[in-house]
């Protein structure tokens, strides 16, 4: 049974007050979410307990803390339906695609290919494969998406069928306007033509079952911190099939087999692809996120961030001025609520709810050519993860309620 | 800084109002900036004639700080000329609109026009 007000307490942050009296209400958590207690002393419990360095130490704290480190690297693979191989750890979604890029990218996009990416594309997977394009002199291009956000899968269609098509990147829950893309559909005409697909992963991590082989893609990328977890960490996820398609992106310590002054050879799966002291503590911060989320169930947080969803589409739909941006059926979104305030800038918004203890993002949200292709200046958005509460929906409309006062709007 | 110091009277006004929003028709300089975190966009026209900022108009779709800002920036600097134009800074900005300070977040918003007249003025030869 999911109790949030029981798992509210699990998250230390929530009885901050801003502005002397006012609750936090944080309403940000698309942008990074908050930590559960435990998670920070699985983090503690490594650096006063077990801290060595990992692979190389022969020594009792060295063999604990290899121990826990490859320990957690299979609990997070596990928690996305991977095997332990095909997790290479990262930063962050953004370093996931951008070492994709160029572990596979590089070496797999050539004269005459097409590169394809979204319209609604987080600038993360949108910016590294134009710039490989560029660099490559191949044709860069993104799929339309319509008024209502959603992705024209027709236009996706027309793309592959000239069978120039070597990467389809996109993302699966949008950051901006909540749209649930339909993965496996992607990836079925996209492999039917021959592309591979690249999935940025970093909203939909937190809030739905996640099976990266159920999914079919090729690769998928994700950020600890927007799940629970620690910031610097994250995971790049990539078929097994793949893996002999890979050049390393990063040399040194740690990736290698031998190394002599004439040449050297690379490790094993999956090794070869993370160079150097991983940051191990971060790992197993990762890996109690997945916990705590497994405690839960992800289907139950799923249900409980649809049921958020449902209640801010139709709370914020009622505000005079307010307009909802994105699906405005709570089946084909997820995770947000953002939305345009007729005759007040969102940064105003923002500020202004912030003044009541509300905490949103207002701007474009790293989706410029989204933003530009809708008109729309700046949107405010609200976001939920398992912490948050109807209650705390009502304060935002509430709080924007002072925003009519303030600009008579 | 509590929110009501923000929004005042002044700003509000200002924003709801902002002084020479439009176009010139003849312009002799025109510059265009933008603030990459949210998407605010200013074009600035400027008619300069005889060393001075004759004329000004400005066209914006930021938010009130920096529609405010924008606005009061244009009245401190029509009729100067190119060399006291250079000289407007943030302190005076802040000092028109009633604020001690801004924070760090909103800084850009109160100096996205103020930015772009200095690049106008500083980059286009301007005689003074």
Redesign the interface.
Known sequence: MFDVQNIRKDFPILVRKLHGSKQLVYLDSAATSQKPQMMLDAMDEYYTQHNANVHRGIHTLGNESTSLFYKSRRKIARFFGADEHELILVRNTTEGINAFAYMWGERHISDGDIVVSTEMEHHTNFVPWQQLAKQKHVTFTAVRVNEHGKLDLNHLEELLKTKKVKLVAVVHVSNAIGTINPIEQIVEVAHKYGAKIIVDGAQSASHMPVDFHALGCDAYAFSGHKMLGPMGIGGLLVRAELFNELQPYIFGGGMIDTVSVEETTFAELPDRFIAGTPDVASTVGLAAACEYLNSIGMKEVFYHDQKLVAYALEKLSAIKNVKIVGPLDVRKRCGSVAFLYNGVHAHDVAQILDSEGVAVRSGHHCTMPLHAKFEWVATTRASFNVYSTKQEIDVLVQALQKVKEVFGK | M??SD??QEII?EHARHPHHFGELKNPTHTLKGANA????IVELQLFVEKGKIQEIAWKG?????STASSSILSDLIKGKTIEQAKKVNIADLLKEMGLKTIMPI?EK?LTLALQTLQNLLYNSNLQA
């Open positions: 509590i929110m923000l929004y509000l975190s949210c998407g605010d779709n930021g938010c009130a700080i909103r918003c």
